[in-house]
């Protein structure tokens, strides 16, 4: 069965602080996506990675295959980066399976 | 910046009510999805539609559901017989070549909520 599971679910952090969350899936994914959910539901793509590391701005995606598992860092957290951050997988077709997300929330 | 629109934002109805859910993805991509989320539940798959037929659907998208793109921008869901527990956010979604090549865009949702 193709699963992704997430962790933690919820984490509070201070401001400035770097952040990682974490990512891992069962054998078989080919591509796996970084997911950002807006507190108004809506869903923005961060990143789609099927090895190594993606940066982008203040976010950095990684995937080691070997172990199955991804991490989303944010350095240098800001309270505009609070929102429910998500990971789906695609498993050899093109919908996607996802994570139960991880609510963020970044305190001035 | 291109992007993937949905219509209505709130749609509210009786059960037994038929809706539809309007999409309209970005002019060059050629996939299409429709994902739900129910409050408080992770975001789950329910049909893929390439080359105007559906390419794989789940478990959820029985006779019940149905997709179109009538015209060659709008992509629809319709719930032909809605119940209680299709009440939920409808995200449509779109993607230039085979997600697994590809990012999917999102639209805003369409938060469903049978009375």
């Known amino acids: 069965k193709n699963e992704v599971e997430q962790s933690p679910q919820n984490l509070t952090a201070q401001e400035g602080e770097f952040i990682t969350i974490n990512c891992s899936y069962s054998?078989?994914?080919?591509?796996l996506h970084w997911l950002q959910q807006h507190p108004g539901g809506g869903i923005v793509s961060l990143f789609m990675?099927?090895?190594g590391k993606k940066k982008h701005g203040r976010l950095i995606a990684t995937i080691n295959i070997q172990e199955k598992h991804s991490s989303l860092h944010i350095t240098a957290s800001h309270p505009r980066d609070s929102a429910v951050y998500i990971c789906?997988?695609?498993?050899?077709?093109?919908?996607?399976?996802f994570g139960t997300g991880t609510r963020l929330t970044i305190i001035p | 910046e291109p992007e993937v629109t949905q219509t209505p934002s709130h749609q509210v109805t009786q059960m037994g009510q038929e809706v539809i859910l309007r999409c309209v993805p970005i002019?060059?991509?050629?996939?299409f999805y429709w994902y739900r989320q129910i409050l408080g539940q992770k975001v789950e798959f329910l049909v893929s539609f390439y080359n105007n037929e559906i390419s794989e659907k789940s478990e959820i998208f029985d006779d019940q559901f149905s997709v179109e793109r009538p015209d060659g921008s709008n992509f629809t869901l319709k719930i032909r017989s809605t119940k209680l527990e299709d009440s939920a956010m409808y995200f449509c979604?779109?993607?230039?070549?085979?997600?697994?090549?590809?990012?999917?865009?999102f639209g805003p949702g369409t938060r469903l909520t049978v009375l």
């Open positions: 054998v078989g994914i080919s591509a």
């Open positions: 979604a779109s993607s230039e070549l085979e997600s697994s090549y590809n990012e999917q865009f």
């Open positions: 002019s060059n991509h050629l996939y």
């Open positions: 990675l099927s090895s």
């Open positions: 789906a997988g695609n498993f050899g077709n093109e919908k996607l399976t």
